[in-house]
């Protein structure tokens, strides 16, 4: 363990429970890497997800966005591409970009399809389906309205899903974000989060939740 992660761990009680405003504080302080540190946000819920009807799985843009750049992929028929390239998308192709998905060509941190061309994009689901990227209806990334999602994408639109221990996981800003903003991007998320609470999961549902940045320690914090 590094000089700076054993001060920071005597500094901090990583057993208390913070409140969210004084959470990022300690974290934003003592994000002291020589890069833009991510801030993340991981959520343990009181699930089964082994059963198919309390997986967790949602979409949103964040109010201030992650601070990171999205190369959006949109596949799409010809009638589509030009507005995709209007839209921002900074990679765009029809069954020509499929087959070079399918062998591995991923250049792109989300992937949009046009509906008629979802049937054609099984040759490209071993690829993607792995990396969370294969194009969903129920995250708005199959769409006949490419131009909104490519810029929502582009604006700091985040897809969440719980793992098989029940955690979700997401990033939710820069450590350069203010205070302000990342509060905002925070509370927006588990909004969302709370309000994809599947009707079969009784009583608790959050357990704990805890925000760390990238090279710094995880506090857990609760909000209100």
Known sequence: M???MENLNKAVDRKKVYDLPE???IIKANAKAKFDETIDISVNLDIDAKKTD???RGSLALPHGTGRTCRVAVVASEDKTAEAKKAGADVVGGEDLIEKIA???VDFDACIATPDLMPKMSKAARVLGPRGLMPNPKLGTVTADIA???QSLKKGRINFKNEKAGV???PVGKASFSAKDLKE???AFLTELKNSKPSTVKGTYIKNMFISSTQGVSLMFHAN
């Open 2 to 4: 590094s000089k700076r």
């Open 103 to 105: 062998k591995g060509e």
């Open 54 to 56: 309390q997986g967790i």
């Open 168 to 170: 979700v996981h997401v």
């Open 185 to 187: 991007n925070i509370e």
């Open 148 to 150: 909104t999602m490519v």
């Open 23 to 25: 959470a990022i504080d």
